[in-house]
């Protein structure tokens, strides 16, 4: 099984700060990388899929890249309704596995 | 507007089963794949299973095969998830999930349900 490691677990940060979220996998996925957002109580939302395409209606402060394995979520200016967990996830070979997730909170 | 409504879940003892179903609205259900992703309590996301178009391609976690089995009713636009043999580790909020495909070999979950919860205890 491919494994996604994310870092960093947690993160303090501020309204109007960059963060930046890294999902690391075990082997080579090429681009087969999605990134959600998960509110509390809430099911998961889809931002990014193939490592750097934005859903449509997500805003366009969060990106994402890819460097070989390495994968990067960013949010380019943090807003209150984007304190959440984030997580990644492979779609290259199954068992589609996720990362373990990032929960972004107030600082 | 997608909507996926599950059902079914609920307390189960070990060893006994449960049926989870689906209820998939505002798109063409049998264009594309469908996916259950589960969360344990306070915990990540783990994909369980999932199901082309066409029923034609089917997969499992290897925590869950042999005891798990999915299917889908296009004319009824329904999902299910048979859950037999349960354990105290399939304890979970079982998500129905929607493909971006139609054939689920590069999933990407566009749309999920609220989740139906599954405790499994004695």
């Known amino acids: 099984d491919i494994q996604m490691t994310q870092s960093p677990s947690s993160l303090s940060a501020s309204v109007g700060d960059r963060v930046t979220i890294t999902c690391r996998a075990s082997?080579?996925?090429?681009?087969?990388l999605n990134w959600y957002q998960q509110k509390p109580g809430k099911a998961p939302k889809l931002l990014i899929y193939a490592a750097s395409s934005l859903q449509s209606g997500v805003p366009s402060r969060f990106s994402g890249s890819e460097s070989g394995t390495a994968f990067t979520l960013t949010i380019s200016s943090l807003q209150p309704e984007d304190y959440a967990t984030y997580y990644c996830?492979?779609?290259?070979?199954?068992?589609?596995?996720f990362g373990q997730g990032t929960k972004v909170e107030i600082k | 507007e997608v909507q996926l409504v599950e059902s079914g879940g609920g307390l189960a003892q070990p060893g006994r089963s449960l049926r989870l179903s689906c209820a998939a609205s505002?798109?063409?259900?049998?264009?594309?794949?469908m996916h259950w992703v589960r969360q344990g309590p306070g915990k990540g996301l783990e994909w369980v299973s999932g199901i082309s178009w066409n029923s034609g391609s089917i997969d499992y976690a290897d925590s869950v095969k042999g005891r798990f089995t999915i299917s889908r009713d296009n004319a009824k636009k329904s999902l299910d998830l048979q859950m037999s043999s349960l354990r105290p580790e399939d304890t979970a909020l079982y998500y129905c999930?929607?493909?971006?495909?139609?054939?689920?070999?590069?999933?990407?979950?566009?749309?999920w349900g609220q989740g139906t919860l599954v405790t499994v205890s004695s």
């Open positions: 082997q080579s996925i090429s681009s087969y």
């Open positions: 505002g798109f063409t259900f049998d264009d594309y794949a």
């Open positions: 999930v929607k493909d971006a495909g139609g054939v689920g070999i590069t999933p990407i979950f566009d749309y």
């Open positions: 996830q492979q779609s290259y070979s199954t068992p589609w596995t």
